[in-house]
């Protein structure tokens, strides 16, 4: 399993756009990036799941370079409600199967 | 539908004693997965079963077993509680949709090991 690494934390004020920036390097070619958003006391919830290029959804945008070693998280405009902890995992897909790994994420504290 | 639902929500446990943490989904999802949260921390893959019938190992299967009794239900079994065990357990349940593939998590179950 591709390992990744991202920020540990991050803070925004609400009404900014915030990127998230993950790392990695070691992607494999059939592996899938997809981006996690757990609550306090809840599990993570599906954000976005891209494979190149760019992907946007109705919550988020995510950026991937043609080399695949990173990819960004952009979440337009934040309020109070998207302070959580955030996850990028790398790892394939198959008809619906995903083994991937949850790192540490990054910690975004939304400020008024 | 109730998506994934776990059972017992909250487990207090003495080292050594057995328990099944029970996970449920009806959304007619082929693969499952069990995972740990330790405070401050990621999650963990504990063991998943890609489809009906067929259960493999995470990262941290040692001290847990797992049984898909059906396409619904996936469980999981501390034979002999450690307090090293003392975590949140996460269970999910994936599909493949025409766009991208997505985990489904339960509520989770705060399990205390004395």
């Known amino acids: 399993l591709a390992k990744t690494t991202q920020p540990i934390s991050m803070d925004s004020y609400e009404g900014q756009e915030v990127n998230i920036t993950c790392s990695h390097n070691?992607?494999?070619?059939?592996?899938?990036i997809t981006w996690y958003q757990q609550f306090p006391s809840q599990g993570p919830r599906f954000i976005i799941q891209?494979?190149?290029t760019k992907v946007t959804n109705e919550v988020a945008s995510l950026f991937i370079p043609a080399d695949r070693k990173s990819s960004t998280l952009s979440l337009p405009r934040v309020s109070l409600s998207d302070t959580a902890v955030y996850y990028c995992l790398v790892g394939p897909n198959s008809g619906g199967y995903q083994k991937v790994t949850f790192g540490t994420g990054t910690k975004l504290q939304v400020i008024p | 539908n109730a998506g994934v639902t776990q059972t017992p929500k909250f487990q207090v446990l003495k080292t050594g004693q057995s328990m099944t943490l029970q996970c449920a989904q009806d959304m007619n999802h082929n693969s499952m997965y069990w995972y740990r949260q330790d405070p401050g921390m990621g999650l963990r893959l504990i063991y998943y079963s890609a489809s009906e019938g067929t259960t493999d190992k995470g990262e941290v299967p040692n001290g847990y077993n797992v049984s898909r009794l059906n396409k619904r239900e996936f469980s999981l079994r501390l034979e002999s509680a450690a307090p090293s065990q003392t975590s949140v357990y996460f269970c999910?349940?994936?599909?493949?949709?025409?766009?991208?593939?997505?985990?489904?998590f339960g509520p989770g179950t705060r399990l205390t090991v004395t």
């Open positions: 891209g494979y190149k």
């Open positions: 999910a349940s994936s599909v493949r949709a025409s766009s991208h593939s997505e985990q489904y």
């Open positions: 070691n992607i494999a070619t059939n592996d899938y």
